[in-house]
């Protein structure tokens, strides 16, 4: 009797754990990069998501893929390098879905200036560059400008946190934005010494059940070539995975 017992709590065991196998096997990996509204460098690009495996796409044929209904089990997180302005109601809908997935999302550079009219983008992102000026309390800002072609040290705020884990302060050649705004809920990662641009160029936070990340550096080859700001997107896909 006491055999056939133990028999059973065997069997269970070892079903338990290749469910339990299958499970950690069948978490997504892919990551889909979202591009639109600008042109770039795509060798130069691409080149720093070697060996991840991602599929690319641009808005708004990015809007559909996000409502597939295999979209969360396809993919673990959502890179956007985009600057996209026009986005319908079923495709906010559709955008919002995969915050309530708890997808996770990097955005780079330029994807703080998409969806200008849809208040809720500021929210999701953690800040935003503004085309037209904007009040913060009672102070007027903006609008946001930009400038090109800045030589100067991206400086690590915040150690402990996954995104910056092995990443120390360093020089970078890109562009910077000026009078951008960054809600106070975020956690601020990286800040910069050129005090022209904003006092926080990298965060984290977390919206709806997504985790988020922003990093502001990523204007062309310069950035994309830095092996700083390639472990830092690195770490940040790494880190907003599921
Ligand atoms: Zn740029």
Same mark, same amino acid.
């Given at each position: =009797?006491?055999?056939?017992?133990?028999?059973?709590?065997?069997?269970?065991?070892?079903?338990?754990?290749?469910?339990?196998?299958?499970?950690?096997?069948?978490?997504?990996?892919?990551?889909?990069?979202?591009?639109?509204?600008?042109?770039?460098?795509?060798?130069?690009?691409?080149? =720093?998501?070697?060996?991840?495996?991602?599929? *690319?796409?641009?808005?708004?044929?990015?809007?559909?893929?996000?409502?597939?209904? %295999?979209?969360?089990?396809?993919?673990?997180?959502?890179?956007?390098?985009?600057?996209?302005?026009?986005?319908?109601?079923?495709?906010?809908?559709?955008?919002?879905?995969?915050?309530?997935?708890?997808?996770?999302?990097?955005?780079?550079?330029?994807?703080?200036?998409?969806?200008?009219?849809?208040?809720?983008?500021?929210?999701?992102? %953690?800040?935003?560059?503004?085309?037209?000026?904007? =009040?913060?309390?009672?102070?007027?800002?903006?609008?946001?400008?930009?400038?090109?072609?800045?030589?100067?040290?991206?400086?690590?705020?915040?150690?402990?946190?996954?995104?910056?884990?092995?990443?120390?302060?360093?020089?970078?050649?890109?562009?910077?934005?000026?009078?951008?705004?960054?809600?106070?809920?975020?956690?601020?990662?990286? *800040?910069?010494?050129?005090?022209?641009?904003?006092?926080?160029?990298?965060?984290?936070?977390?919206?709806?059940?997504?985790?988020?990340?922003?990093?502001?550096?990523?204007?062309?080859?310069?950035?994309?070539?830095?092996?700083?700001?390639?472990?830092?997107?690195?770490?940040?896909?790494?880190?907003?995975?599921?």
């Amino acid at each position: =009797m006491k055999t056939i017992v133990l028999f059973r709590y065997m069997i269970i065991l070892l079903v338990a754990s290749f469910a339990a196998l299958f499970e950690l096997y069948a978490q997504p990996q892919r990551v889909l990069i979202v591009t639109g509204g600008k042109d770039f460098d795509k060798q130069a690009f691409y080149e =720093m998501f070697s060996g991840i495996e991602h599929d *690319t796409i641009s808005k708004p044929a990015a809007f559909d893929r996000f409502a597939d209904a %295999g979209f969360n089990s396809r993919y673990a997180a959502v890179v956007f390098f985009d600057t996209y302005q026009p986005i319908s109601q079923p495709e906010k809908e559709a955008f919002l879905g995969l915050f309530n997935a708890g997808v996770g999302c990097v955005f780079l550079h330029h994807a703080l200036v998409s969806h200008q009219e849809w208040d809720e983008y500021e929210k999701i992102v %953690g800040g935003k560059y503004h085309h037209k000026p904007y =009040m913060h309390g009672e102070k007027k800002y903006g609008p946001s400008t930009y400038k090109h072609d800045q030589d100067f040290t991206v400086k690590i705020l915040n150690r402990n946190h996954p995104v910056t884990r092995g990443v120390q302060d360093f020089s970078i050649h890109d562009e910077t934005y000026l009078n951008f705004s960054v809600r106070s809920e975020v956690t601020p990662l990286l *800040t910069s010494d050129n005090c022209e641009g904003g006092e926080y160029i990298g965060w984290a936070h977390k919206f709806v059940n997504s985790k988020i990340v922003y990093l502001q550096p990523g204007h062309d080859r310069f950035a994309f070539e830095n092996p700083s700001y390639r472990l830092l997107v690195r770490n940040a896909i790494d880190w907003v995975s599921r």
